[in-house]
Nanobody
Framework: QVQLVESGGGLVQPGGSLRLSCSAS????????MAWYRQAPGKERELVAA???????VYAESVKGRFTISGDNTKTSVYLQMNSLQPIDTAVYYC?????????WGQGTQVTVSS
């Protein structure tokens, strides 16, 4: 099976930046779609950004212009550059990748934005 592992979360002050990374291992070749989701306490998990194999991207309106999703040339890793972070961005961030009929999730990494 496929495993996704996130890293890069932590505590940052408002206005700061973090870069999340997600790396895949296991029985993989490349992913069709890579994405980041987040879930804040008491809220449903929401799509933050997505990247397809053709390079097109989709962003949640709340992060547009502040976050950037990217992947490496193996299409087995995905990154999320987060700038101008605000307290409302506080959540557990999850890596998600799709390959064929597979849908895979990472364990999540906590991002806390607070002064």
């Amino acid at each position: 099976q496929v495993q996704l592992v996130e890293s890069g979360g932590g505590l940052v002050q408002p206005g700061g930046s973090l870069r999340l990374s997600c790396s895949a291992s296991g029985n993989i070749f490349s992913f069709d779609t890579m994405a980041w989701y987040r879930q804040a306490p008491g809220k449903e998990r929401e799509l933050v950004a997505a990247l397809n194999s053709g390079g097109s991207t989709v962003y949640a309106e709340s992060v547009k212009g502040r976050f950037t999703i990217s992947g490496d040339n193996t299409k087995t890793s995905v990154y999320l550059q987060m700038n101008s972070l605000q307290p409302i961005d506080t959540a557990v961030y999850y890596c998600n990748s799709r390959m064929g009929f597979g849908n895979y999730w990472g364990q999540g990494t906590q991002v806390t934005v607070s002064s």
